[in-house]
C-alpha cells in the first residue's frame, strides 16, 4: 500500500482484506501496478493510488498519490474498465473506448505519445464490446469478433490480422490472449 492503491485512506501495508473508503454500488474493478479503478453501477469511474503519469484521472501530473478513490474527470456512461502498468481504459455505453495516464508506447491510442491525465478517446475504434490494459499496450474487442491493439509504438489502434470470431480477450505484460467461439485461445506477442 506503498502508493495508496488499497484506498483505504493510509499507507500501511494490509495483511488481511479492508473496505476501500467512499465507495459504494460498485460494477466493476481493475487494478493496475500502483493504482486502482473501479466502475460504479451510474457510470462513474473511481481510482487511487499513485498518480506519476495522471492515471487516476484527476486532471494533474503529480508524484504524490490518492489514498482514497476519486472521481474520474469527464467520464459518464461506463460499462467496463481496465488498469493498466501505469494507463486506465474505459468502455462507454455507445461503444467508444477511452483511455488515459501513460503513453510513453503509445498506448492510449490517440496518435500521440503523450500522457493524458484526463481521459481521451482512443482513434477509430467503434462497436467495442471489451477492453483490457496490459503493461504498455491495450487491447480492444469489436462486436464482429475482431481484435484491436494499440500501444508498443503503434500509437492508434490496428487490426490483428488472421484472428475472428473472438469471445474474450486479455492483454499481459508484452503479450496479448483471444479465446475464440470455438474454445480455442490463441496468443502472440506485442508489436
Do not use: R
Not at 26 to 49: C, Q
Not at 56 to 73: A, F, K, N, R
Not at 132 to 145: E, M, P, V, Y
Not at 155 to 168: R, Y
Amino acid at each position: 500500500n506503498f502508493w495508496g492503491q488499497i484506498g483505504d485512506g493510509t499507507y500501511i501495508n494490509k495483511l488481511m482484506p479492508v473496505s476501500t473508503l467512499n465507495l459504494s454500488d460498485i460494477l466493476e474493478i481493475a487494478a493496475g501496478d500502483s493504482h486502482s479503478v473501479a466502475l460504479k453501477n451510474d457510470g462513474t469511474v473511481w481510482a487511487w493510488g499513485w498518480n506519476g503519469w495522471g492515471q487516476i484521472g484527476s486532471g494533474t501530473y503529480d508524484e504524490t498519490s490518492y489514498p482514497v478513490p476519486i472521481q474520474v474527470l469527464n467520464l459518464n456512461n461506463v460499462v467496463a474498465v481496465s488498469a493498466g502498468l501505469y494507463h486506465s481504459l474505459a468502455l462507454k455505453s455507445d461503444g467508444s473506448v477511452y483511455a488515459w495516464g501513460c503513453n510513453a508506447n503509445g498506448q492510449l491510442g490517440n496518435g500521440t505519445t503523450n500522457p493524458s491525465n484526463v481521459p481521451v478517446k482512443v482513434s477509430n475504434l467503434s462497436n467495442i464490446i471489451a477492453i483490457d490494459a496490459g503493461d504498455s499496450h491495450s487491447l480492444a474487442l469489436k462486436q464482429d469478433g475482431s481484435v484491436w491493439i494499440w500501444g508498443c509504438n503503434k500509437t492508434t489502434p490496428i487490426q490483428i490480422q488472421g484472428l475472428s470470431n473472438v469471445i474474450a480477450i486479455s492483454a499481459g505484460s508484452g503479450f496479448s490472449l483471444a479465446l475464440k467461439q470455438d474454445g480455442t485461445v490463441w496468443i502472440w506477442n506485442c508489436n
